[in-house]
């Protein structure tokens, strides 16, 4: 009976260590990593998405080396990942990057952002071979 509690408890602490980092970047991959920020994002709060989105792919534009980028990224939570990527924009901002020298801050690049991402969305898709007087595939059939 004993040797079952300590086995009980034993795996309620392994369980409770397991589930106590899935707000962490789990980043042994690049796909483990992928993934990890993809369920990270889903979970937070919608004002939250887009500048931890933003933060994760300024920051592997900047570090091409695929270990580097994995070794900065692993165990952070969004909260970190989120500083990281206004450092990076406030240091290429100085340095005068022109991509992010047009805009004032980190705020206004975030809601730039989103407004493109809408625009995206809401954009009408039609196709231009969708249209009323485009020929028919169904033609008449004419008896022999």
Known sequence: ??????VLIA???????ACSKANQINARSLQT???SVFYIKEHLPEAERMP???????????????????????????????????????KRKAAGDKEYARYENWEQMIAKSAQQRNDQETADSADPRD????PRVDYKMHAM
């Open 1 to 6: 009976m004993r040797v079952l509690a300590i």
């Open 11 to 17: 795996s309620l602490v392994c369980v409770m260590g």
């Open 33 to 35: 990593a992928q993934k």
């Open 52 to 90: 931890f989105e933003v933060s994760y792919w300024l920051l592997r534009e900047q570090i091409k080396n695929n270990d580097e980028f994995l070794q900065l990224i692993d165990g952070k939570t969004s909260k970190e990942l989120i500083d990281l990527g206004k450092e990076n924009f406030t």
């Open 131 to 134: 249209k009323k007087d485009y």
